[in-house]
T-cell receptor, first 118, second 110 residues
Framework: GAVVSQHPSRVICKSGTSVKIECRSL??????MFWYRQFPKQSLMLMAT?????????EQGVEKDKFLINHASLTLSTLTVTSAHPEDSSFYIC??????????????FGDGTRLSIL | DAKTTQPPSMDCAEGRAANLPCNHS???????VYWYRQIHSQGPQYIIHGLKNNETNEMASLIITEDRKSSTLILPHATLRDTAVYYCIALRTSYGKLTFGQGTILTVHP
């Protein structure tokens, strides 16, 4: 079945560092991918929609200059947390819709990236 | 997308059926009902989805009422590994962004 791979699974770094998270669709093409953030004991919150070959669409309240999204190919989207601070520590998850052309097919999620900023 | 309402938590004995309800009284005719679950510290996992008819797969069954205002996810023989947060989402197309509510925390106990 469709698989979404997310890397790294965990990262710990110092405040001020920029961190890049990769999201790959392994056996299907994804013109659209979604990035979510989840704080402890809370639900997933959509951050942005990543569109292949065009600019990402950010949800209200998400700083586009802080969370840079690049979707340069049909199988890869990256989220870069720039100049990360402790308040950016969270669980970041990506997803991609299933087979193109079948509107009811489910989205597939990566296993998430646990980001800890010291 | 229609708002969904789920109980915050449920318990189930191992081996018994777990029936998780979801209310979506404002669902429109072209919105599907999707169920996902999230096991601790993992990404959400797709379980099942349906439009009007009841659906069954290797993981679960989905029962949708005739008026489509509510649905029930059934895990026929719950195991300890089914302990997770279960999310019910109404969505017109899978290409759209998913809006996660608080879901139902299902705890399966021995």
């Amino acid at each position: 079945g469709a698989v979404v791979s997310q890397h790294p699974s965990r990262v710990i770094c110092k405040s001020g560092t920029s961190v890049k998270i990769e999201c790959r669709s392994l056996d299907f093409q994804a013109t659209t991918m979604f990035w979510y953030r989840q704080f402890p004991k809370q639900s997933l919150m959509l951050m942005a929609t990543s569109n292949e070959g065009s600019k990402a669409t950010y949800e209200q309240g998400v700083e586009k200059d802080k969370f840079l999204i690049n979707h340069a190919s049909l199988t890869l989207s990256t989220l870069t947390v720039t100049s990360a601070h402790p308040e950016d520590s969270s669980f970041y998850i990506c997803s991609a819709p299933g087979t193109a052309g079948l509107g009811s097919q489910p989205q597939h999620f990566g296993d998430g990236t646990r980001l800890s900023i010291l | 997308d229609a708002k969904t309402t789920q109980p915050p938590s449920m318990d189930c004995a191992e081996g018994r059926a777990a029936n998780l309800p979801c209310n979506h009284s404002t669902i429109s005719g072209n919105e599907y009902v999707y169920w996902y679950r999230q096991i601790h510290s993992q990404g959400p996992q797709y379980i099942i989805h349906g439009l009007k008819n009841n659906e069954t797969n290797e993981m679960a069954s989905l029962i949708i009422t005739e008026d489509r205002k509510s649905s029930t996810l059934i895990l026929p023989h719950a195991t300890l590994r089914d302990t997770a947060v279960y999310y019910c989402i109404a969505l017109r197309t899978s290409y759209g962004k998913l809006t996660f509510g608080q879901g139902t925390i299902l705890t399966v106990h021995p």
